[in-house]
C-alpha cells in the first residue's frame, strides 16, 4: 500500500537512451578535463622550478664575469688542479683569497652542468658565506673552501626537492646541523646537485631537472642517488661534496665516477635538517659521508665535521672525535677479502680489481685472508628489500602521487604496483626457472603484521652479531670486497635493483665503508665480458652485462670496510689502497 500511494507521489524516471549516452559521455569528459588540469598544474610548478634554476645560473655567471673583470689574472687551472689540503694551506697562509678559489670553483661548474646537467641550483647565498669567513676571527679547518651538498641536505633559502614535485615552492627555513658545521669550518657551500625521482634509485634523473649525465662518458650515468655529486666532483666543478647512503648512494657513484667516498657509520655525522620522501627506517639507516677526487680529501672533511659544534648542535651523534692516530698510523693490517658474494656476480674488471689490489696488500706487508660474507640472498631479499617495503611500497609509491613518473623509475615503480596477491602467485610460478626474481617479488609484498616487523628487525640484529663473530675469529682488521661497476649506460639501474647487494650489506649491518678508485676498463676486460653468466644466466645477469658494455677507460674501483665507529681505520685501510694503486700505475 505504501509502495503504490510512493509511487504515484513520486512521478516514475523517464531517462532516454540519448540522455543517459550524454550524461556518460559527461562524466568521461569531466574526469579527462580534471585529470588534464592536474597534468597542466603538475606541469606548471616543474615549468616555474626551471625557470628559477636558470636565472639562478644567469645570475651566477654574471657574477663570474664581474669578477673576471676584476682579476683577470686569476690563474683558473692552477687553482682546479690543487689537491684539497694543498688548497686549504694556500688559503690558511693567504697566498690564495677565499673570493678567488670560490669564483673559480663556480665558474667550473658552470661548464660542467651545461655539460652534464649535475647541479640543481647554485646557492647564492654562497656570496654571504664568503663575507662571513672574512670577518672570522678564527680560520676552521675548511676555510674558504667551496663544497657542493646533495638535494635533499637542508640549507636555509633553497629547496630539498627529492626530485619530487610536492617538495617544490617550500624553502627551508634554517640549515641543517651539517650545513651549520661546515660554515663554522669556514667551508662555503655553493651549489645543490641532483637526485633521481625519490632518491631510490642509483640513476640520477627526475622530471624537474632532467638527467644527469656522467663526465667521463655522455652515455652513461654517474650513479645515485648522490649522482649529481658524483658528476660535479668527477668534472672538476667542486673539490668537496657531501653525498648520502643507504643502500650505495655515495659509494656506487663514486666507483661510476671515479671518486673516493665514505658512508660512514650512521650517526657519526648529524642527520638532523636532512629530508627524505620516507622517513623512520631505523633498521637500516642512512648515512651522510665525504665524496672527493682522495683519500686525504675525505679525511679532512671528516676531522673538520666531527668537532664540538657538531656535538652541541645535535646530541644524538656520539662525541667522538676524528683520531688522527689511527688514520696516520703505518702498523700493518689484517686484511679479509672477497671476489664476489654469490647473489649478484660482477663483471670481470670488478673482481680483477679486488684480486690486483689484494697482490699489491700482500707485497706491500699486511696479511691477507680468505673472506666469504654470510647468506647475501638473505640479507638483500628478507632484510633489506623487505625493511624498504614493509608495507608493500605503498608509503613509497604514494610519493608518486601528483607526480609524473620519471622513464628510469618506470620499471621499479611498474614492479611494485603489482597487487601483493598477483607478486605471490607469479613469485610461485617463477622460482623453479628464475629463483632471485620470485625471491624479490616475495620480497616486495612487505610484512602482514607489526610482529613480522618486529621479528625482522630482530633478525637484522642478529645477523649482525653473526657477521662481527666470523669477523673477530678471523682477527680481520678491516675487509677488501667489489663495488658495482663500471658506470651502467643511461637507464638500467631502475631495471637491476638486486645488483646493488655489494653496497647494501654495509647498510643492513651498519659498518663504515669507503670506494676507491684503483684501475680502469680495458680492452681485455671488455672481451672477457662477452663470457659473463654472472649467478644464473637468467635475465638480470643478461641485463647487467648489457648494462656495462662499453665502458673501456671508465673507472674501476674496490670497497674497503671497517667495524662500526671506526671510520679513521676505514679511511687508512682506503689511503693504503690508494697509494698502492698509484705506485703500480693502475689508477
Same mark, same amino acid.
Given at each position: 500500500?505504501?509502495?503504490?500511494?510512493?509511487?504515484?507521489?513520486?512521478?516514475?524516471?523517464?531517462?532516454?537512451?540519448?540522455?543517459?549516452? #550524454?550524461?556518460?559521455?559527461?562524466?568521461?569528459?569531466?574526469?579527462?578535463?580534471?585529470?588534464?588540469?592536474?597534468?597542466?598544474?603538475?606541469?606548471?610548478?616543474?615549468?616555474?622550478?626551471?625557470?628559477?634554476?636558470?636565472?639562478?645560473?644567469?645570475?651566477?655567471?654574471?657574477?663570474?664575469?664581474?669578477?673576471?673583470?676584476?682579476?683577470?689574472?686569476?690563474?683558473?687551472?692552477? *687553482?682546479?688542479?690543487?689537491?684539497?689540503?694543498?688548497?686549504?694551506?694556500?688559503?690558511?697562509?693567504?697566498?690564495?683569497?677565499?673570493?678567488?678559489?670560490?669564483?673559480?670553483? *663556480?665558474?667550473?661548474?658552470?661548464?660542467?652542468?651545461?655539460?652534464?646537467?649535475?647541479?640543481?641550483?647554485?646557492?647564492?647565498?654562497?656570496?654571504?658565506?664568503?663575507?662571513?669567513?672574512?670577518?672570522?676571527?678564527?680560520?676552521?679547518?675548511?676555510?674558504?673552501?667551496?663544497?657542493?651538498?646533495?638535494?635533499?641536505?637542508?640549507?636555509?633559502?633553497?629547496?630539498?626537492?627529492?626530485?619530487?614535485?610536492?617538495?617544490?615552492?617550500?624553502?627551508?627555513?634554517?640549515? &641543517?646541523?651539517?650545513?651549520?658545521?661546515?660554515?663554522?669550518?669556514?667551508?662555503?657551500?655553493?651549489?645543490?646537485?641532483?637526485?633521481?625521482?625519490?632518491?631510490?634509485?642509483?640513476?640520477?634523473?627526475?622530471?624537474?631537472?632532467?638527467?644527469?649525465?656522467?663526465?667521463?662518458?655522455?652515455?652513461?650515468?654517474?650513479?645515485?642517488?648522490?649522482?649529481?655529486?658524483?658528476?660535479?666532483?668527477?668534472?672538476?666543478?667542486?673539490?668537496?661534496?657531501?653525498?648520502?647512503?643507504?643502500?650505495? &648512494?655515495?659509494?656506487?657513484?663514486?666507483?661510476?665516477?671515479?671518486?673516493? +667516498?665514505?658512508?660512514?657509520?650512521a650517526k657519526r655525522l648529524s642527520l638532523s635538517g636532512v629530508n627524505g620522501p620516507v622517513s623512520g627506517i631505523l633498521?637500516?639507516?642512512?648515512?651522510?659521508?665525504?665524496?672527493?677526487?682522495?683519500?686525504?680529501?675525505?679525511?679532512?672533511?671528516?676531522?673538520?665535521?666531527?668537532?664540538?659544534?657538531?656535538?652541541?648542535?645535535?646530541?644524538?651523534?656520539?662525541?667522538?672525535?676524528?683520531?688522527?692516530?689511527?688514520?696516520?698510523?703505518?702498523?700493518?693490517?689484517?686484511?679479509?677479502?672477497?671476489?664476489?658474494?654469490?647473489?649478484?656476480?660482477?663483471?670481470?674488471?670488478?673482481?680483477?680489481? /679486488?684480486?690486483?689490489?689484494?697482490?699489491?696488500?700482500?707485497?706491500?706487508?699486511?696479511?691477507?685472508?680468505?673472506?666469504?660474507?654470510?647468506? *647475501?640472498?638473505?640479507?638483500?631479499?628478507?632484510?633489506?628489500?623487505?625493511?624498504?617495503?614493509?608495507? #608493500?611500497?605503498?608509503?613509497?609509491?604514494?610519493?608518486?602521487?601528483?607526480? *609524473? /613518473?620519471?622513464? &628510469?623509475?618506470?620499471?621499479?615503480?611498474?614492479?611494485?604496483k603489482i597487487p601483493r596477491l598477483v607478486k605471490k602467485l607469479l613469485a610461485l610460478i617463477?622460482?623453479?626457472?628464475?629463483?632471485?626474481?620470485?625471491?624479490?617479488?616475495?620480497?616486495?609484498? #612487505?610484512?602482514?603484521?607489526?610482529?613480522?616487523?618486529?621479528?625482522?628487525?630482530?633478525?637484522?640484529?642478529?645477523?649482525? &652479531?653473526?657477521?662481527?663473530?666470523?669477523?673477530?675469529?678471523?682477527?680481520?682488521?678491516?675487509?677488501?670486497?667489489?663495488?658495482?661497476?663500471?658506470?651502467?649506460?643511461? +637507464?638500467?639501474?631502475?631495471?637491476?635493483?638486486?645488483?646493488?647487494?655489494?653496497?647494501?650489506?654495509?647498510? /643492513?649491518?651498519?659498518?663504515?665503508?669507503?670506494?676507491?678508485?684503483?684501475?680502469?676498463?680495458?680492452?681485455?676486460?671488455?672481451?672477457?665480458?662477452?663470457?659473463?653468466?654472472?649467478?644464473?644466466?637468467?635475465?638480470?645477469?643478461?641485463?647487467?652485462?648489457?648494462?656495462?658494455? #662499453?665502458?673501456?677507460?671508465?673507472?674501476?674501483?674496490?670497497?674497503?670496510?671497517?667495524?662500526?665507529?671506526?671510520?679513521?681505520?676505514?679511511?687508512?685501510?682506503?689511503?693504503?689502497?690508494?697509494?698502492?694503486?698509484?705506485?703500480?700505475?693502475?689508477?
Amino acid at each position: 500500500m505504501i509502495q503504490q500511494q510512493l509511487r504515484q507521489l513520486l512521478p516514475e524516471p523517464e531517462v532516454a537512451p540519448a540522455t543517459a549516452l #550524454g550524461l556518460l559521455c559527461g562524466s568521461a569528459v569531466a574526469v579527462v578535463v580534471w585529470k588534464w588540469l592536474g597534468e597542466r598544474q603538475i606541469q606548471q610548478k616543474m615549468e616555474e622550478a626551471q625557470r628559477t634554476r636558470e636565472e639562478g645560473v644567469k645570475k651566477m655567471a654574471e657574477a663570474v664575469r664581474q669578477f673576471r673583470e676584476q682579476v683577470p689574472s686569476a690563474q683558473t687551472d692552477a *687553482i682546479l688542479s690543487l689537491p684539497l689540503l694543498e688548497l686549504t694551506r694556500r688559503l690558511q697562509e693567504g697566498s690564495l683569497s677565499p673570493r678567488t678559489v670560490l669564483y673559480t670553483y *663556480i665558474e667550473k661548474a658552470l661548464e660542467v652542468t651545461q655539460q652534464t646537467n649535475c647541479v640543481r641550483h647554485f646557492i647564492p647565498e654562497c656570496e654571504e658565506q664568503l663575507q662571513e669567513i672574512q670577518g672570522q676571527k678564527e680560520k676552521g679547518l675548511l676555510y674558504g673552501i667551496p663544497v657542493s651538498i646533495k638535494d635533499h641536505i637542508g640549507h636555509k633559502g633553497q629547496l630539498s626537492t627529492c626530485g619530487l614535485v610536492q617538495y617544490l615552492g617550500t624553502p627551508e627555513q634554517e640549515d &641543517s646541523v651539517l650545513v651549520k658545521v661546515l660554515k663554522r669550518q669556514g667551508a662555503i657551500p655553493f651549489a645543490k646537485t641532483n637526485v633521481p625521482q625519490s632518491l631510490f634509485n642509483y640513476d640520477c634523473s627526475n622530471t624537474i631537472f632532467g638527467q644527469t649525465l656522467n663526465p667521463l662518458n655522455h652515455q652513461k650515468t654517474p650513479g645515485g642517488s648522490s649522482g649529481g655529486e658524483g658528476a660535479l666532483i668527477a668534472g672538476g666543478g667542486s673539490i668537496l661534496g657531501i653525498g648520502s647512503d643507504v643502500g650505495g &648512494s655515495i659509494r656506487l657513484p663514486s666507483s661510476f665516477c671515479g671518486l673516493c +667516498g665514505l658512508k660512514p657509520t650512521a650517526k657519526r655525522l648529524s642527520l638532523s635538517g636532512v629530508n627524505g620522501p620516507v622517513s623512520g627506517i631505523l633498521s637500516v639507516p642512512s648515512a651522510l659521508g665525504p665524496m672527493a677526487r682522495d683519500v686525504d680529501s675525505l679525511a679532512l672533511c671528516m676531522k673538520a665535521l666531527l668537532c664540538e659544534e657538531m656535538f652541541r648542535l645535535d646530541p644524538t651523534v656520539p662525541p667522538i672525535p676524528f683520531n688522527e692516530e689511527v688514520y696516520s698510523s703505518s702498523a700493518p693490517l689484517r686484511v679479509g677479502y672477497y671476489d664476489t658474494d654469490g647473489f649478484f656476480p660482477l663483471p670481470p674488471c670488478m673482481r680483477r680489481a /679486488v684480486r690486483e689490489t689484494r697482490e699489491a696488500l700482500q707485497a706491500a706487508g699486511h696479511t691477507l685472508v680468505p673472506f666469504s660474507p654470510l647468506r *647475501i640472498h638473505y640479507v638483500m631479499n628478507e632484510l633489506f628489500l623487505k625493511t624498504f617495503f614493509a608495507d #608493500g611500497g605503498h608509503a613509497w609509491l604514494d610519493e608518486f602521487t601528483g607526480n *609524473i /613518473v620519471d622513464p &628510469s623509475l618506470k620499471p621499479q615503480v611498474t614492479c611494485y604496483k603489482i597487487p601483493r596477491l598477483v607478486k605471490k602467485l607469479l613469485a610461485l610460478i617463477l622460482k623453479p626457472l628464475f629463483p632471485r626474481l620470485a625471491d624479490y617479488l616475495n620480497a616486495l609484498c #612487505g610484512m602482514r603484521s607489526v610482529n613480522e616487523l618486529w621479528n625482522q628487525q630482530h633478525q637484522i640484529e642478529a645477523y649482525r &652479531s653473526q657477521f662481527i663473530t666470523q669477523w673477530r675469529e678471523l682477527q680481520l682488521d678491516v675487509v677488501l670486497c667489489p663495488v658495482l661497476g663500471p658506470a651502467f649506460t643511461v +637507464g638500467f639501474p631502475g631495471k637491476l635493483l638486486p645488483a646493488i647487494s655489494s653496497t647494501m650489506l654495509y647498510n /643492513v649491518l651498519n659498518f663504515p665503508a669507503g670506494v676507491v678508485p684503483v684501475s680502469v676498463v680495458t680492452e681485455a676486460d671488455e672481451e672477457e665480458l662477452k663470457l659473463y653468466r654472472g649467478c644464473c644466466d637468467d635475465s638480470w645477469d643478461r641485463t647487467l652485462k648489457q648494462a656495462v658494455a #662499453g665502458a673501456v677507460g671508465l673507472p674501476v674501483a674496490v670497497q674497503c670496510v671497517a667495524l662500526p665507529w671506526q671510520e679513521e681505520l676505514c679511511l687508512r685501510f682506503m689511503k693504503e689502497v690508494e697509494t698502492l694503486s698509484h705506485g703500480t700505475g693502475a689508477a
